[in-house]
Structure formats: structure tokens, C-alpha cells
């Protein structure tokens, strides 16, 4: 007996009240937007600047015991990492501990080096003091990671939109590129609402969701494009919703199964990659919902042509008038 998560032949009606779900998505921007102005993100150290240090020990190191030795010296954020240095021997253990600048610093002041050498001694004894080495990023720094985060968000959505233009139609491009536009705004949106920390691995996550998106979306509209030449007389809503209702089962199976692995990444995977899992079962939510209810609203808000045997006016037309 085989699972079906849906059912062969499905005939859902996508498209009868398109308006309302553009209305919502609209909505959604707005909230996302809106908090995003007035409440602003809370960015990691990997934007506001701060302090990696970098200890080595004898003993097997405990994440949680390292944190929760830190806690008292309310230092703000902190994220504690484990990592394999093939330099150190295999009863060498390494971590990397990363505080946040702290008022009126660039970086954090040697007494407070000082004081969290003192706590993790006590907590682990067998690290070793002086600390393997202390780096510091200042805000300067920093300031120029957003920057070049935002250009590429933005270079990826550029380049996606040039691909689709080329690919299929005008109005195929801005349907994806809206989906794309509107799952990084909802993304950003929810991490602004909830507070939820925002450091260069939340930007991996965003390019990746555009992928995501990306892929689902072109897969409806190659049926889309197929079923505007086999359906030549039917109306254009009728065959959007032919061709979602056909791709279905494959986008909700690939959208539970990458969600099931998620999920357990969550539970499972610890602080460290937390919000980048966070960011990214978020992403495949609204993901999955854009390219039905955002890309292909807007193609049917569009219009598209619907002879798909003569050349179009985009780049193939230009080759073949070169051709001639």
C-alpha cells in the first residue's frame, strides 16, 4: 500500500478568488515591511561587530556547559561553536566563541576577556590559558557585510528574473520574481516580528529559499507553457489550473519531505544552526504557497499569448530575426 499525500486527478479550483489571495500576500507584505521599519532586526554579531575567541582544551568540550558558564557575565549574544582543528592532536579540543561588541566598544575590553578565561577555567579544567587567540570585528566592518548581504539578495533576483525572461515570457518573469520578492520580504518580516537573530547564515538561508522558490516555480510554469499549446482554446485560468492541479503532488511531496528533514534539523541540531533552519522551514512555507498563490496569480493577472508555435518577441526572436 502506497502513501498518497494527494490524490491522483485532483481538480481543485486555484484561481476563483485570485484577488483575495493577492490581497493577503499584499497584506503580509505590508505587516512584514511595517515591522521591519519600526522594530529593525536583530542582528548578530556577524553585522553589529564584536569578539571571537578561541580556546583549546584537554578535555572533551561541553557547548552547554561553556554557556551556561557565560550566562552570569551577561555579555549578550554569544554563540559557542566546536570545531576540528587538524593542526591540534586528537586529545586537543577546539571552540569558538563569539561575543558581541558591547556598549560604547568596538570590542570587548581585555578585563572581560580576562573574567570569561576566569569562568570556562572553572567550568573546564582542562583549558588552556592564554587563550589560543582574540579577534575582533568592529562595527565598520560589519556595516559593510549588510551591504554586500543586500547585493546579493538583490543580484540573486536580478539574475533569476534575466533567466526567466529569457526562458519564457515577460510576464512569466515578473510572476516569479514577484513570488521570489515576496518570500524574502515574509522571511525578514517574521525574523523582525519575533526577534529572532539575524547573522550571515540567515542571508545563506535567503538565497537558498530563492532557489527553492525558483525551482517550484519553474516546474508549474514548464506545464503551464506545455498546456497553453496543448489547450489552445481554453481559457487561461482553466489551464493554470490544470497544470498547478497536475504538479501538485509532486510540490507537496517535495515541500513535506524537505519540511520532515527540517523539522528534525530543528529539534535536534542545537543553537548553533538554529535560525538558519528556522529561516529555511519558513522559506519552504511560503515558498510552496507563492508559486500557486503569488507567481501564478500574477500570470493570470498578466495575461499571457497563448500561440506558443510561433517565435516570442524576447531573445529567441532576436536570434532568429539575426538568423533571417
Same mark, same amino acid.
Given at each position: 500500500?502506497?502513501?498518497? #499525500?494527494?490524490?491522483?486527478?485532483? +481538480? =481543485?479550483? &486555484? &484561481?476563483?478568488?485570485?484577488?483575495?489571495?493577492?490581497? !493577503?500576500?499584499? #497584506?503580509?507584505?505590508?505587516? /512584514?515591511?511595517?515591522?521591519?521599519?519600526?522594530?529593525?532586526?536583530? =542582528?548578530?554579531?556577524?553585522?553589529?561587530?564584536?569578539?571571537?575567541?578561541?580556546?583549546?582544551?584537554?578535555? *572533551?568540550?561541553?557547548?552547554?556547559? @561553556?554557556?551556561?558558564? #557565560?550566562?552570569?557575565?551577561?555579555?549578550?549574544?554569544?554563540?559557542?561553536?566546536?570545531?576540528?582543528?587538524?593542526?591540534?592532536?586528537?586529545?586537543?579540543?577546539?571552540?569558538?566563541?563569539?561575543?558581541?561588541?558591547?556598549?560604547?566598544?568596538?570590542?570587548?575590553?581585555?578585563?572581560?576577556?580576562?573574567?570569561?578565561? *576566569?569562568?570556562?577555567?572553572?567550568?573546564?579544567?582542562?583549558?588552556?590559558?592564554? =587563550?589560543?587567540?582574540? *579577534?575582533?570585528?568592529?562595527?565598520?566592518?560589519?556595516?559593510?557585510?549588510?551591504?554586500?548581504?543586500?547585493?546579493?539578495?538583490?543580484?540573486?533576483?536580478?539574475?533569476?528574473?534575466?533567466? !526567466?525572461?529569457?526562458?519564457?515570457?515577460?510576464? =512569466?518573469?515578473?510572476?516569479?520574481? /514577484?513570488?521570489?520578492?515576496?518570500?524574502?520580504?515574509?522571511? !525578514?518580516? !517574521?525574523?523582525?516580528?519575533?526577534?529572532?537573530?539575524?547573522?550571515? /547564515?540567515?542571508? /545563506?538561508?535567503?538565497?537558498?529559499?530563492?532557489? @527553492?522558490?525558483?525551482?517550484?516555480?519553474?516546474?508549474?510554469?514548464?506545464?503551464?507553457? *506545455?498546456?497553453?499549446?496543448?489547450?489552445?482554446?481554453?481559457?487561461?485560468?482553466?489551464?493554470?489550473?490544470?497544470?498547478?492541479?497536475?504538479?501538485?503532488?509532486?510540490?507537496?511531496?517535495?515541500?513535506?519531505?524537505?519540511?520532515?528533514?527540517?523539522?528534525?534539523? @530543528?529539534?535536534?541540531?542545537?543553537?548553533?544552526?538554529?535560525?538558519?533552519?528556522?529561516?529555511?522551514?519558513?522559506?519552504?512555507?511560503?515558498?510552496? @504557497?507563492?508559486?500557486?498563490?503569488?507567481?501564478?496569480?500574477?500570470?493570470?493577472?498578466?495575461?499571457?499569448?497563448?500561440?506558443?508555435?510561433?517565435? +516570442?518577441?524576447?531573445?529567441?526572436?532576436?536570434?532568429?530575426?539575426?538568423?533571417?
Amino acid at each position: 500500500m502506497r502513501l498518497k #499525500l494527494v490524490p491522483q486527478n485532483t +481538480s =481543485f479550483d &486555484f &484561481f476563483s478568488r485570485w484577488k483575495i489571495w493577492l490581497g !493577503i500576500s499584499a #497584506l503580509m507584505m505590508i505587516v /512584514a515591511f511595517t515591522s521591519f521599519m519600526l522594530q529593525g532586526l536583530n =542582528f548578530g554579531i556577524d553585522f553589529r561587530g564584536g569578539t571571537t575567541i578561541r580556546t583549546q582544551s584537554t578535555q *572533551e568540550i561541553d557547548v552547554g556547559v @561553556y554557556r551556561d558558564a #557565560l550566562a552570569p557575565l551577561e555579555l549578550g549574544d554569544v554563540t559557542i561553536t566546536e570545531i576540528f582543528d587538524p593542526n591540534f592532536g586528537p586529545d586537543e579540543n577546539v571552540a569558538m566563541i563569539r561575543i558581541q561588541a558591547q556598549e560604547d566598544a568596538e570590542a570587548v575590553t581585555s578585563d572581560v576577556i580576562t573574567k570569561v578565561g *576566569e569562568v570556562l577555567a572553572a567550568a573546564d579544567p582542562g583549558l588552556k590559558l592564554p =587563550f589560543e587567540s582574540v *579577534e575582533s570585528v568592529g562595527p565598520k566592518v560589519s556595516g559593510e557585510l549588510i551591504q554586500t548581504a543586500v547585493i546579493a539578495v538583490v543580484l540573486a533576483i536580478g539574475a533569476v528574473l534575466v533567466y !526567466i525572461w529569457l526562458r519564457f515570457e515577460w510576464q =512569466f518573469a515578473l510572476g516569479a520574481v /514577484a513570488a521570489l520578492v515576496h518570500d524574502v520580504i515574509l522571511t !525578514i518580516g !517574521i525574523f523582525s516580528e519575533l526577534q529572532i537573530r539575524f547573522d550571515l /547564515a540567515i542571508i /545563506a538561508a535567503l538565497l537558498t529559499i530563492v532557489g @527553492y522558490s525558483l525551482n517550484d516555480t519553474v516546474v508549474v510554469f514548464d506545464r503551464v507553457r *506545455e498546456n497553453l499549446r496543448k489547450y489552445k482554446k481554453k481559457d487561461l485560468k482553466e489551464v493554470l489550473n490544470i497544470s498547478i492541479n497536475e504538479t501538485l503532488s509532486r510540490t507537496v511531496m517535495t515541500s513535506v519531505t524537505t519540511l520532515l528533514a527540517l523539522i528534525s534539523l @530543528y529539534v535536534l541540531g542545537g543553537d548553533v544552526i538554529r535560525g538558519f533552519v528556522f529561516a529555511m522551514i519558513w522559506g519552504v512555507i511560503v515558498g510552496t @504557497y507563492s508559486s500557486v498563490f503569488v507567481a501564478s496569480t500574477i500570470l493570470l493577472w498578466l495575461g499571457v499569448k497563448r500561440d506558443w508555435s510561433k517565435p +516570442s518577441n524576447n531573445a529567441g526572436n532576436q536570434f532568429a530575426n539575426v538568423d533571417a
